[in-house]
């Protein structure tokens, strides 16, 4: 298949998938990582980053190939972190969804609380919803040695869609990693 079939599936994809529960979804599948895993969590520290290099690595052949973004610290800490309020509806709902970030720079970790305002307007009821992300974002050198610690060579470090250099303006770095022989 072609990646224009893709392309064009992705046009319809929420259409056909509205009445999904997505939310209901991810509560199982964090149910069922606990039941097994308790202590299920993000990769924040290095201690889950060099596991997950590790895990990555053990599952790869010689010469495979492990591609992953992440934030790009440079542009985390030059550009800062700001309370963001995005805005959209179709012709069943309001939505409103404030993001409000904490940054630990000691930990490298952007906590972001996402709070959600769903204003019907078919019965104008309204509801509200919280979650909390909590996201490692990273230096490049930081990269390199969980690569180099768990046999990787870096290939390719560009600017996530665009395949630009990563510089301060640069949010997602994808990192383009191959397996040593």
């Known amino acids: ?20 529960d997505y939310e209901t979804e991810a509560k ?12 299920t969590k993000t990769q924040v520290s290095d201690r889950d980053m060099t596991a997950t290099f590790a895990n990555a690595a053990r599952h790869l052949r010689r010469e495979g190939l492990f591609l992953f973004d992440v934030w790009h610290a440079p542009a985390v800490l030059s550009q800062g972190l700001s309370v963001r309020v995005k805005r959209a509806e179709d012709e069943a709902v309001r939505l409103t ?3 409000e970030p904490e940054l630990d720079a000691g930990s490298k970790v952007a906590t972001v609380r996402y709070k959600m305002l769903v204003e019907s307007k078919i019965d104008n009821r309204s509801q509200t919803f919280q979650e909390e992300h909590r996201m490692r974002y990273f230096f490049p050198a930081e990269i390199s040695e969980f ?6 060579e870096i290939e390719r470090t560009e600017e996530l869609i ?13 990192y383009l990693l191959r397996k040593r022989a």
């Open 97 to 99: 969804r404030t993001a």
């Open 147 to 152: 690569a180099a610690g768990s046999g990787f």
């Open 28 to 39: 199982y599948i964090a149910r069922a990582l606990r039941a097994t895993k308790p202590d």
């Open 162 to 174: 665009t395949g630009k250099a990563p510089s301060e303006n640069t949010w997602a770095a994808c």
């Open 1 to 20: 298949m072609s990646l224009d079939v893709f392309d064009r599936y992705g046009l319809y994809y929420d259409l056909l998938y509205r009445d999904k």
